[in-house]
């Protein structure tokens, strides 16, 4: 199983960016999938996750600027940000909770993909 993501870049501030990830393997179900970041210095922190029913859960710093959305026949997550500020930069990196086909057995595991750098200019 891997997740592949894409997007991210340079914006200036108040624009918008967009970062997509795919999942591929031998996938039995994607639970959770989601975004999380990491500024330098700073612990890696929660940006927004969906269920694959469809629940959302976005942190605080950017609720209301930023939408999840996934598109479960595809295996991929999306994540679009506007009115981007300074302290939006960072690597984001997409995260999936997979249940997936182990030999005999289905086992479930929590993936990260590379991450993919945001920066914000002034």
């Known amino acids: 199983v891997q997740l592949q993501a894409s997007g991210g870049g340079l914006v200036q501030a108040g624009g918008s960016l967009s970062l997509s990830c795919t999942a591929s393997?031998?996938?039995?179900?994607?639970?959770?999938m989601g975004w999380y970041r990491q500024a330098p210095g700073k612990q890696r922190e929660l940006v927004a996750t969906?269920?694959?029913?469809?629940?959302?859960r976005y942190a605080d710093s950017v609720r209301g600027r930023c939408t999840i959305s996934r598109d479960n026949a595809k295996n991929t997550v999306a994540l679009r940000m506007n009115s981007l500020k300074s302290e939006d930069a960072a690597v984001y990196y997409c995260?999936?909770?997979?249940?997936?086909?182990?030999?005999?057995?289905?086992?479930?595991?929590?993936?990260w993909g590379q991450g993919t750098q945001v920066t914000v200019s002034s």
């Open positions: 969906a269920t694959n029913g469809g629940g959302t």
């Open positions: 393997g031998s996938i039995f179900r994607i639970h959770r």
């Open positions: 995260n999936a909770r997979i249940t997936y086909y182990g030999g005999s057995a289905l086992i479930t595991e929590d993936y």
